[in-house]
């Protein structure tokens, strides 16, 4: 057997390499890996080298959406089985922190998240990992959708961070794929009407067919005054910006309902960025924020394998491994055609 793992090299530079075969040391398991997305970090890093203080420093494997077959075990591990399809969830965390023991393990301060500077990512054929991190798929989940698990968690936690539940207007700003699982999360957790509003129409159309209520075009439609004639003048229960764009980020404020939630998903570019928070009080809104997602992995393979929640459509275009950079490319320069790309390992 043969392992190969995808390096960026450089800006916008990808080399495929043979790098070591994984052995599974005490409690980890090897897994041949099927499906990875290619996530918006992953191009953030592709594209500039860094997000924030996280910086691409040699050469670099990227991806942390990833699903595959388990061949091999490590000492102490139970509950899996060579041959067993599972879905890993990324993030390491100590476990003996304040925040991994009161259950809030995705502030912890020493996480090792895959393709997170300097830990490298899972765009190869064969990884080694903690068994308690890989999480057995049901017969009826593919290792495609297995892949949509990590950013569907991302979705599951905005909707339970913002309270969504039975009877909920829900604004979506963003129709990334960040922002469809936080509408189909919304959705599954009672939302009764939910806008997505983005500047791409491929977007917004998947949006549709996925199940949203209405769809707001920003770059043709002036996103207020549709939210406000969809709602009577009241704005909607619970807004999430998604997007990571500043404009949407500062525009949140105008479209909650009073004494409604705000949740900040995205990462804006800027640190820094003007707020009107004077609006936002005047609302007496929350405003909450996320930061990856916490205790929902089975949650999320459970709401996929029930039918509660169907993640299938998101996928726009598939590449094989050989392929990855084209792949990227894809992603950078034609994203108005693109809502989700995953890599065939």
Known sequence: MANRAAFMTGIRKMEIREVPMPTAKSGQVVVKLEYVGICGSDVHYYEHGRIGSAIVNGDFILGHECAGVVTALGDGVRGLAVGDRVALEPGATCGECEYCKTGRYN???DVVFLATPPVQGCFENYIAFPANLAFKLPDNISTKEGALVEPLAVGLEAAKTGGVT??????????????????????AFGAADVTVVDVIEKRLEKALELG?????????QDVEKEIMQATGGLGTDIVME????VKTTQQAPFLVKRGGTLVLVGMPPEDIIAFNFAKLMGQVADIRT?????NLYPTAIKALASGTI???GIVTHEYAFEDIAEAFRVNIDEKAGVVKIVIKI
């Open 242 to 245: 998604t997007a990571g764009s």
């Open 310 to 312: 169907d993640v299938s």
């Open 166 to 187: 039975l009877g909920n207007s829900v604004t979506i700003l963003g129709a990334g794929c960040i922002g469809l699982v936080s509408m189909l999360a919304s959705k």
């Open 212 to 220: 949203a209520t209405r769809v707001i075009n920003a770059a043709k």
């Open 107 to 109: 502030l912890c301060p």
């Open 290 to 294: 996320i930061f990856r997602y916490k």
